[in-house]
């Protein structure tokens, strides 16, 4: 009869953890530390006859190697709404861009209409040329 002692190792499993990150966009995931198995040692007394093993006696079992957890940075941020346009002046046409006055007639400036309203250009123009500044007909007024 012979005792010999004998060790072996059983990996321990990493957990995983999340945690929230106000830093992060929302819907967003980050690996902040990678995750490491762990390892257990389990040491035997075990007891041969006649070249057999006839007993095995568990006399210590050790954590050698501390699992270390994997953690996930889940993003919580809300993206800024992106900012409204600015609303068109009031007292605009629509049919042009820029702001042409509404008014009874309107002249493109420096030209030779009498008003009573101007506008500078060039403008574009977006539906009916109401106030014939488009002369030309090519969608530009005030050129």
Same mark, same amino acid.
């Given at each position: 009869m012979e005792v010999k002692t004998e060790k072996t190792t059983d990996e321990i499993p990493f957990e995983t953890k999340?945690? %929230?990150?106000? %830093?992060?966009?929302? #819907?967003?995931?980050?690996?902040?530390t990678e995750g490491v198995n762990g390892v257990k040692t389990k040491t035997f007394d075990v007891t041969y006859t006649n070249d057999k093993e006839t007993n095995r006696v568990l006399v210590k079992e050790e954590i050698?190697?501390?699992p270390?957890?994997?953690v996930i940075a889940k993003g919580t941020k809300v993206a800024k709404p992106a900012p409204?346009?600015?609303?068109?002046?009031? %007292?605009?046409?629509?049919n042009y861009s820029g702001c042409v006055p509404i008014?009874?007639?309107v002249d493109c400036a420096g030209g030779s209409g009498n008003g009573p309203a101007y506008v500078s250009g060039p403008i574009t123009v977006r539906g009916s040329d109401i106030y014939d500044l488009d002369?030309? #007909?090519?969608?530009?007024?005030c050129e």
């Open positions: 999340t945690i %929230n990150d106000s %830093n992060l966009t929302s #819907g967003k995931e980050e690996v902040r050698t190697t501390q270390v957890a994997k409204a346009p600015a609303p068109e002046p009031s %007292n605009c046409d629509s008014a009874s007639d002369r030309d #007909g090519d969608g530009i007024a």
